[in-house]
């Protein structure tokens, strides 16, 4: 069975430094993984996706992530974090045996100060 | 091209009524998910459909039902309902059930059960 593991319910950085969101994951097959955002009061977007090309991934608004299957990790990283990306990130797993069916880590809240 | 909406946006229900949340997916879309999101959590798979058919349920009772109509845009997913069923429900579509594809979340539809 998949699953995911948020290592940090909770993450805050000063405005300009750099960010770190570390996901691990379980999978019997070939994950796909997702990170998503959610503001509050507004839907889940999708920053990045793995599915098995390169694995470092770029997202979108300066987000990456780097698969390493030796570590089953899937890390959300920013250069240099902005006010804007203070949300709650999750990290999302899917394999092949259960197809387009999500299963989504607890969730990290990110705290921008400025 | 519209995304996935949800109605209704807001729902206060008493325990042991049913309830009918509906969602249309995105044009071209024939795989639809739902997800329950708990104060503080990550959301959690309900069921799927694709091309009008469950293709996969999550730890969640038979009394989470769900349809999916045959132009296979709108879906109902409808709960008898029990105190903790409380929660955020997502709706997410996508273009087909392979574990790779991007899903598209609706806003989702706050239920309240008292």
């Known amino acids: 069975a998949q699953s995911v593991t948020q290592l940090d319910s909770h993450v805050s950085v000063s405005e300009g430094t750099p960010v770190l969101l570390r996901c691990n994951y379980s999978?019997?097959?070939?994950?796909?993984l997702f990170w998503y955002v959610q503001h509050p009061n507004k839907g889940l977007q999708l920053l990045l996706k793995?599915?098995?090309?390169?694995?470092l991934v770029k997202g979108i608004n300066g987000f990456e992530a780097e698969f390493k299957k030796s570590e089953t990790s899937f890390h959300l990283t920013k250069p240099s974090a902005h006010m804007s990306d203070a949300a709650e990130y999750f990290c999302?797993?899917?394999?092949?045996?259960?197809?387009?069916?999500?299963?989504f880590g607890t969730g990290t809240s990110l705290t921008v100060i400025p | 091209e519209t995304g996935v909406t949800q109605s209704p946006t807001h729902l206060i229900k008493t325990r042991g009524q049913q309830v009918t949340l509906r969602c249309s997916s995105q044009?071209?879309?024939?795989?639809v998910s739902w997800y329950q999101q708990a104060l503080g959590q990550g959301p959690q798979f309900i069921f799927q459909?694709?091309?009008?058919?469950?293709?996969g349920r999550g730890n969640f009772p038979p009394r989470f039902s769900g349809l999916q109509y045959p132009n296979y845009r709108s879906v109902r997913n409808v709960i008898a309902l029990e105190l903790d069923d409380s929660a955020l429900y997502l709706c997410?579509?996508?273009?087909?059930?392979?574990?790779?594809?991007?899903?598209?979340f609706g806003p989702g539809t706050r239920l309240t059960v008292l």
């Open positions: 997410a579509s996508s273009s087909d059930r392979a574990s790779y594809n991007e899903q598209f």
């Open positions: 999978s019997s097959y070939s994950p796909s």
């Open positions: 793995y599915t098995s090309a390169a694995t």
């Open positions: 999302v797993v899917s394999d092949r045996n259960t197809g387009n069916q999500f299963y």
């Open positions: 044009s071209g879309h024939n795989t």
């Open positions: 459909y694709y091309r009008e058919e469950e293709n």
